[in-house]
Each structure stands twice: as structure tokens, then as C-alpha cells.
């Protein structure tokens, strides 16, 4: 399978050297697409490095910017994952439109519902899939990944696929799975996008205003109130949406705080990046879709205000990309 993953942020590091230590076969090939010229060439030259608590391995991917020959060499792929922040989407999908074909697979696995409109936004005729991932990623450095916590990854489409892309998908769920993920096919992709909103709204930006990880967050009363009454009022627009819910979202937040324990959220490394966050995609979702039915939603208004004035307090026009 030709794989194109697109971001070498923590999940796309994570996936792209997963599926690379992994991978037999001749016929596969896997290249990661980046838009930032400099970290392309420091990655082709270093490897994507990937650690655990026992070991590090290093992961020689290729590293593409864009329209390169590399890149234009193995068009059209198969599948391209599109691991990049929700923010970035609109970008990145013009920028590597040459890339694909009809056939092409596109895959979208971002934090948050802000991007679950993207086929409106495409110039594809393809159905887009949609993948959720509770795995514990931290990016250490450019390209120098630690897998902290294991979780699960779903994909699934919103809207029935031709026969060609349901066969892709079913590819690609393979494909993570010999590399050792532990990844799946949903029949409802929307109530696990949901159910991952729930946990990336209550960790999130708390992390973020805390400057705590993951477990952190649970040995304060005050972050551990805040974060259930962030996520009860999520629950209550998802139910508001008839969106399923298949566990408790604060069990399940909770449970995600201890499995992740020294993970650094990806809210609290855009802090520290100075980068822009995924909070309009995350809480910013909750309250508009809480306006939209006449669900009140105080404690998501306050994390989007407080995290909306700690982005304009740092400089980001001298932001880390
Ligand atoms: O955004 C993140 O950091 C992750 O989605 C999660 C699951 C909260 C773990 O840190």
C-alpha cells in the first residue's frame, strides 16, 4: 500500500515509524509529508526516532516537502492520512491535491468535530474516512516521538463509501495492525469522534491552563471539578445531537488521565510551542453546537475564553511550527 501520512507532529511521528519498523513488503511504500523545508531535511537526515519506557528505535521514512519529485513519484497513493491540526486542514488538502487520484483514500485524524464538514470543503470526489486515536503521543523534539500510553484507534466513514474505498480502509485498518496499533473499523465513526471530543475537552485545555500532564490533572480538586462539569456539559449536547454514547465520558476522561499519565497534551505542547490551539475545534465545537439547541454550556465558554486569551498573550506571529 502507498501510505502518505501528512504532519510529523506526535501522532503522525507515531504512526509513520510504527507502520515503517513494521513494514515487509517491497510493494509498500510509506513517505511522510511535511510543508516546513528545514524540519524535512533535518528528519531525512536523523529518522524518525521512537520511544517507549524500554526502548528507542530509529525509523528512516522519507520526508517530503509538498510537490516534490519524491512525493510526485509515488502519486497517486493510496491512502493519505492527514495528521495535522484541525486549524491546518484547508491548507494542507490544496497544497497536496496533485498527490491524489479518484481512488485516492483520504483520511482525516484531527481532535475535535470542527473538520466533520470536509467533504463540502474538498475538491475530491472521493468519500473522506475519519479515524479517533486515544494514543499517548509526545512529540520530545522535531521528529523524536515517546509513546507514553496506548490507546485505540477507530476508522469509519459518515457516509456510505464505494466498494474501492470500504477496501482501502479495510487495508489500511491491516496495515496499523501489523505495525502493532491497535486499530479498528466503526460502523459509527461519529459516536467515537464524540467520545474522543469528550476526553480532548476535559484534558485539554485544563492541561493547557494548569501547565500540568495528564495525571497531574486528577491530584487537584479544583482541575479534577472543572474537568467533570467540562465534560457533563459536552454529554448533554452530544445527547442533545442524538449522538451515542456507549460509556461514561467522565469514567472515561478519568480512565484516559491515568493511561496517559505522563503524557503531555497536545493543548499543553501548543502552549509551550507558542502555537496556536485546537480549542475552537474542541470546547469551541461544544458551545457552539450548546447555542445551536439552547444547551447552556458555562464551564466549556470559560476553558474557550481562558485558553483564547493565553493564544493572544503569547506572540504567535513568532510561533514554533
Ligand atoms: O490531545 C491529546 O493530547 C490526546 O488526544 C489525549 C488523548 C488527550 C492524550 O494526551
Not at 113 to 135: C, K, M, W, Y
Request: hydrophobic share 40%.
Amino acid at each position: 500500500m502507498r501510505i502518505a501520512i501528512v504532519g510529523p507532529g506526535a501522532l503522525g511521528c507515531l504512526f509513520a515509524s510504527l507502520l515503517s519498523l513494521k513494514r515487509q513488503s517491497d510493494k509498500d511504500s510509506l513517505l511522510l509529508l511535511d510543508h516546513n523545508r528545514e524540519r524535512a531535511a533535518l528528519l531525512n537526515k536523523q529518522g524518525i526516532i521512537y520511544e517507549t519506557d524500554s526502548k528507542q528505535d530509529r525509523a528512516m521514512i522519507p520526508v517530503s516537502v509538498e510537490l516534490e519529485p519524491l512525493a510526485l513519484s509515488l502519486r497517486p497513493m493510496d491512502v493519505v492520512l492527514f495528521c495535522v491540526k484541525s486549524h491546518d486542514l484547508q491548507r494542507c488538502l490544496q497544497s497536496y491535491l496533485p498527490l491524489l487520484s479518484p481512488q485516492t483514500l483520504l483520511v482525516f485524524l484531527q481532535n475535535g468535530i470542527g473538520h466533520l464538514d470536509i467533504q463540502g470543503r474538498l475538491n475530491v470526489s472521493s468519500t473522506p474516512a475519519f479515524a479517533s486515536s486515544s494514543e499517548g503521543a509526545t512529540l520530545l523534539s522535531p521528529g523524536h516521538v515517546l509513546h507514553a500510553g496506548r490507546g485505540r484507534t477507530h476508522l469509519g466513514f459518515l457516509q456510505s463509501p464505494v466498494a474501492l474505498q470500504q477496501q482501502q480502509l479495510e487495508k489500511l485498518v491491516l496495515n496499523l495492525q501489523e505495525a502493532g496499533i491497535e486499530a479498528s473499523l466503526s460502523k459509527d465513526i461519529r459516536s467515537h469522534l464524540w467520545a474522543k471530543l469528550f476526553i480532548n475537552a476535559g484534558i485539554n485545555p485544563l492541561t493547557a491552563l494548569y501547565n500540568r500532564t495528564n495525571g497531574q490533572l486528577l491530584t487537584s480538586c479544583a482541575a479534577r471539578g472543572r474537568l467533570k462539569n467540562i465534560v457533563r456539559e459536552a454529554e448533554a449536547v452530544a445527547k442533545g445531537c442524538k449522538i451515542t454514547i456507549n460509556v461514561d465520558p467522565v469514567q472515561a476522561t478519568i480512565a484516559v488521565c491515568k493511561s496517559t499519565a505522563r503524557n503531555i497534551s497536545s493543548m499543553l505542547q501548543d502552549r509551550r510551542n507558542k502555537r496556536l490551539t485546537e480549542i475552537d475545534a474542541i470546547n469551541g465545537a461544544v458551545v457552539r453546537e450548546g447555542k445551536r439547541l439552547g444547551i447552556a454550556t458555562p464551564f466549556n465558554d470559560e476553558v474557550v475564553e481562558q485558553i483564547k486569551k493565553m493564544e493572544n498573550e503569547y506572540n504567535l506571529g513568532t510561533a514554533t511550527k
